[in-house]
């Protein structure tokens, strides 16, 4: 109380000029501080906003994860079931078979090769790359229909080149997966 009698005192001994000073002072002290909040205040509530989109698109793309690794995992338990059914599977018989069937020759040189499957440790994967010359594009729908028939084999690479009397050359590379030896 002793304190507000104090200012009070002071004030009225004040002249009107230096009443008038000290309130605009007072006033402008006012108006600068809450200009301050108010900046405080929006710099914050921005920081926020971002923080909260920022939140939104890591849930979002978490979310995305999770469905794709969903995805991905009902893929690999299907390709388990595939290769559970055909244990003996072997790409190499399988393409000389295709080739009999679809009285089709490939170019010499052709091995399957088997590299590991890059994103998973149960599975490698076995791919043949061969080359067909002087064939019709029908010879190549029916054995791309022929290939659709097969789940465990699956196309990787087609390249079709264009030669002369209404001839095709293909360039196709097939793959399937195998599991993996355990050493």
Not at 44 to 68: G, H, P
């Amino acid at each position: 109380m002793k304190i507000i009698y104090y200012f009070l005192k002071k004030i009225e001994n004040l002249s009107k000029k230096e009443f008038e000073k000290y309130l605009k002072i007072i006033i402008a002290s006012i108006f600068c501080f809450s200009m301050f909040l108010t900046f405080l205040f929006h710099s914050k509530n921005n920081d926020l906003i971002t923080e909260i989109r920022n939140s939104k698109n890591l849930a979002s793309k978490t979310s995305d994860i999770v469905r794709l690794n969903k995805k991905m995992q009902q893929e690999e338990d299907k390709l388990q079931i595939l290769l559970e059914q055909e244990k003996d599977f072997d790409l190499n018989v399988y393409f000389e078979q295709l080739c009999k069937e679809q009285n089709i020759t490939p170019e010499p040189n052709w091995e399957p090769i088997t590299q590991e499957f890059i994103g998973s440790d149960k599975f490698d994967e076995v791919s043949l790359q061969a080359t067909f010359k002087d064939q019709t594009t029908q010879k190549l729908v029916f054995t791309l229909q022929e290939l659709n028939k097969k789940e465990i084999v699956y196309i990787k690479e087609l390249i079709i080149r264009q030669q002369g009397n209404n001839k095709i050359e293909f360039d196709i590379t097939l793959a399937t997966k195998k599991f993996k030896r355990n050493i």
